[in-house]
C-alpha cells in the first residue's frame, strides 16, 4: 500500500515558446505531423523517443503528452525547439514547464468491494453495468481514482510526485475507514 508503488503513465505538461510558429510551414518539412486545421487549430509533432506527442499551436503554446517524467518533457520540449529551428523560428529564452496532470497506475494489494465502497465514500461513481471500476474524486489533495475490485487503480488530476503520494495516503486512510465502518 505504499504511494512509491505507483507507476506515473503519462504526464501533460505545457509551456510557450514565446514565439509564433507558421504550423503550415512545419507540417511541409516534418514528416511526423500531423495537421489538419479545418479539423484542429493545432499541428500533432510525435516523438519517437521518448514515445510522445506535442500539440503546436500557431501561437508557440505547446502541449506535451506520452511522456513518464519531467527528464522526458524538457527531453521532448528541446526536440520540438531543433524541429522548429528548421523552419527559422529560434527560440532564446528557456521554456517554462508547466505539469497540468499526472496518470498513475498501482495496486493496494487488497481485494475492494466496490459496492460497499460506493456507499462509504463521497464523492463517487460506480456503474458496474456500464464499467468495472468506481470513480472516487479526493477533494484535498485533488485527485481522481479508478478503483477496480482486485486493488488495482488509476489515479490522474495530480500535477507533482508530493501530490501524488499525498492523494495515495489519503486514499488509503480512506478505505480502510470505510472497511471498518462496514465491519
Do not use: H, W
Amino acid at each position: 500500500m505504499a504511494p512509491s508503488d505507483l507507476k506515473v503513465q503519462n504526464i501533460v505538461a505545457t509551456t510557450s515558446l514565446g514565439k509564433p510558429v507558421s504550423l503550415t510551414k512545419l507540417a511541409r518539412s516534418q514528416s511526423n505531423t500531423e495537421y489538419n486545421p479545418e479539423q484542429f487549430p493545432g499541428l500533432v509533432l510525435r516523438i519517437k523517443k521518448p514515445k510522445s506527442a506535442v500539440l503546436v499551436f500557431s501561437s508557440g503554446n505547446l502541449v506535451c503528452t506520452g511522456t513518464k517524467s519531467i527528464a522526458q518533457v524538457k527531453e521532448v520540449i528541446e526536440q520540438v525547439i531543433k524541429q522548429i529551428a528548421k523552419i527559422g523560428v529560434k527560440v532564446t529564452d528557456k521554456p517554462k514547464i508547466t505539469v497540468q496532470n499526472i496518470v498513475a497506475s498501482g495496486s493496494i494489494d487488497i481485494s475492494l468491494n466496490l459496492n460497499v465502497l460506493a456507499l462509504q465514500l463521497e464523492n463517487t461513481e460506480y456503474e458496474p453495468e456500464q464499467f468495472p471500476g468506481l470513480v472516487y474524486k479526493l477533494v484535498n489533495p485533488t485527485a481522481t481514482f479508478l478503483l477496480f475490485s482486485n486493488g488495482k487503480l488509476v489515479c490522474t488530476g495530480t500535477k507533482n510526485k508530493q501530490q501524488l503520494e499525498e492523494s495515495m495516503k489519503q486514499l488509503n486512510k480512506n478505505i480502510k475507514d470505510a472497511i471498518k465502518e462496514n465491519k
